[in-house]
């Protein structure tokens, strides 16, 4: 039996295998501990769109995962995506109406700038590492822009950011967590001049994510914690997830060279291209609820208070959903993939997610339509976020 926590050789490589065999033959698929897996297209959608009988809120399973006492749980339980209503509802709104549509077009020249730039200083060294030099750098300094975070404070995000994302992942080593507690803490202590220094001297709250949410703590809607807190989660969202959008696009296009060649010759197609990179190595592999009452799927009975892992890699090659679910389609249409998950939760910055990588995979293969990766590519290791930790490559 599959399990996320004793994982089959092979899986970090390759999921797709393991993931056809549970979506086929085990659909709803136990784990040690009495947590579930499901991993059909059509049964994470009756998920997402039912908050009565699926809910976000994890303090029941973090609890006993990071202690109530630590950083990691207060961090986990206040963050908009383990929350629901009224949280949930009070911050999201906040965070929708800082990324309207007339915000992101403000924001396009400025990300166009900056991957230029980066292009630039790749092309003067030749040997560049894609992660660090070009996939991590965006989503760092356009969310760093949205919360105002001085340009040359911005060095230890990352490093918290994956901190803080990567305990959640099925198993956990003691320094990993350490690391992840400290990194919350770090993270707070950081933020909290910066708040100051914003409620002192407010942005335009049109754009600035961070003056209104300051905002919404004033009139009584966010505790202090809630404010930090969701901070931090802007953060760590909008950073994970685009990087390995950006490094697993361009890694398969390295890997599919006639792919390549279709979107140089029709640079068009990348609006439909980026999704179908979220959709055939989605940047965020597992989602999680937890079922609030005794529910059924495919004959199997899940009890209340189980912890539902909704497995979104598996969902998103579902052959009932998708014609040639294993084959990359750049020109797939509709592609309505679960790489932002879906109702109520549906990622709030997936405008942005999809500007970012439509500047970004469209600019570089125009200033490097023949860059060749090298064989030093090291994947990041981890179950729940599918992207690269290395992505070493030649550009001229």
């Known amino acids: 039996m599959f399990s996320l926590t004793s994982l089959p050789p092979g899986f970090h490589v390759d999921p797709y295998l393991f993931y056809t065999q549970l979506r086929e033959e085990t659909p709803v698929c136990p784990q040690p501990g009495g947590s579930v897996i499901l991993s059909r297209y059509d049964d994470l959608n009756v998920v997402y769109r039912d908050t009565k009988r699926f809910i976000s809120d994890k303090k029941a399973v973090f609890g006993p995962k990071f202690g109530t006492d630590s950083p990691l749980y207060e961090h986990h339980t206040t963050s908009l995506v383990f929350n629901d209503p009224p949280l949930h509802t009070r911050v999201r709104k906040v965070m929708v109406g800082a990324m309207n549509p007339r915000a992101l077009a403000q924001m396009e020249p400025g990300l166009i700038a900056l991957v230029d730039t980066l292009l630039d200083e790749m092309e003067a060294k030749g040997e560049v590492e894609l992660i660090e030099d070009f996939a991590g750098a ?26 803080i994302l990567g305990a959640l992942e099925p198993k956990l080593t003691t320094e990993q967590k350490e690391w992840g507690n400290r990194s919350v803490t770090e993270f707070k202590t950081f933020l909290r001049y910066i708040v100051e220094d914003r409620r002192a001297k407010p942005g335009d709250p049109e754009t600035d994510v961070l003056t209104r949410l300051i905002q919404d703590d004033v009139d009584g809607g966010l505790t202090e914690v809630e404010l930090y807190q969701n901070c931090i989660f802007i953060l760590n969202a909008g950073h994970e997830t685009t990087t390995n959008l950006i490094g697993n696009a361009l890694e398969l296009l390295d890997r599919h060279r006639d792919k390549r060649i279709e979107l140089l010759t029709n640079p068009d197609l990348i609006t439909t291209a980026v999704d179908e990179f979220l959709r055939f190595e989605s940047p965020n592999q597992f989602g999680n609820r937890l079922t609030a009452e005794e529910v059924e799927f495919h ?52 405008s942005l997610a999809r500007m970012e990588g439509r500047v970004a995979i469209s600019r570089f293969l125009g ?12 994947r990041g290791g981890r179950v729940r976020f599918r992207g690269f930790a290395r992505l070493p490559a030649r550009v001229c």
């Open 138 to 163: 965006i989503p760092i300094e356009i969310i760093g822009n949205l919360l105002g975070i001085p340009r040359n404070e911005r060095g230890p995000l990352r490093d918290w950011s994956l901190a």
């Open 367 to 378: 200033r490097f339509p023949n860059y060749q990766l090298t064989d030093e590519a090291q």
């Open 299 to 350: 004959g199997h009975t899940i009890p209340a208070g189980t912890d539902i892992h909704l497995c979104i890699g598996a969902a998103n090659r579902d052959p009932r959903q998708f014609e040639k679910p294993d084959e990359m389609v750049l020109q797939r249409w509709p592609n309505k993939h679960h790489a932002f998950a879906g109702g109520p939760h549906t990622c709030v910055g997936l």
